[in-house]
């Protein structure tokens, strides 16, 4: 079943970066359900950052917010090593926030993700960052 839902968050990913929002979206409010029934956490998390990126794309930047921040207290509550995902979250906090207007506010979020992935020396992260930083 784990192995289904990471399968299904990739096809959401997809689906979200060819434009499908709306059956993306479908899909990952329905991983936020699974996951949350098998109880797993890093699946948890990631199914709600990926809804949380729908949201973004759809426009809906008040829930998406809410979904980050929920993937976010999980994160601060665990031992699990969540760096990555930590770093993800910033970066979809700041293309949310960004994107109401609050472009100082957004700047530290990204800010914050470039330190995240710098901490692992994770290259795309922190290419990813910078480009964030940088539009």
Same mark, same amino acid.
């Given at each position: ?9 990739? /096809? ?5 970066? &060819? ?7 479908? /899909? ?11 109880? +797993? ?7 709600? /950052?990926?809804?949380?990126?729908? $949201? ?22 665990? +031992?699990? +090593? ?21 472009? +100082? ?5 990204? &800010? ?17 960052? $910078?480009?964030?930083?940088? &539009?």
């Amino acid at each position: 079943m784990k192995e289904l839902i990471i399968l299904d968050l990739f /096809l959401s990913r997809v689906l979200r970066e &060819t434009g499908d929002i709306k059956e993306s979206s479908t /899909l990952s409010k329905l991983l936020v359900e699974t996951a949350e029934t098998l109880n +797993d956490e890093r699946l948890i998390i990631e199914a709600y /950052l990926e809804n949380a990126y729908c $949201l973004w794309y759809a426009g809906d930047f008040d829930e998406g917010i809410q979904f980050c921040n929920h993937a976010q207290n999980i994160m601060s509550k665990s +031992d699990g +090593d969540y760096k990555k995902l930590y770093a993800r979250s910033q970066i979809i906090l700041g293309n949310l926030i960004g994107d109401q207007g609050d472009l +100082d506010m957004a700047l530290k979020y990204y &800010t914050d993700a470039l330190k995240s992935y710098r901490s692992i020396n994770d290259k795309d992260g922190i290419a990813y960052s $910078l480009n964030n930083l940088g &539009t």
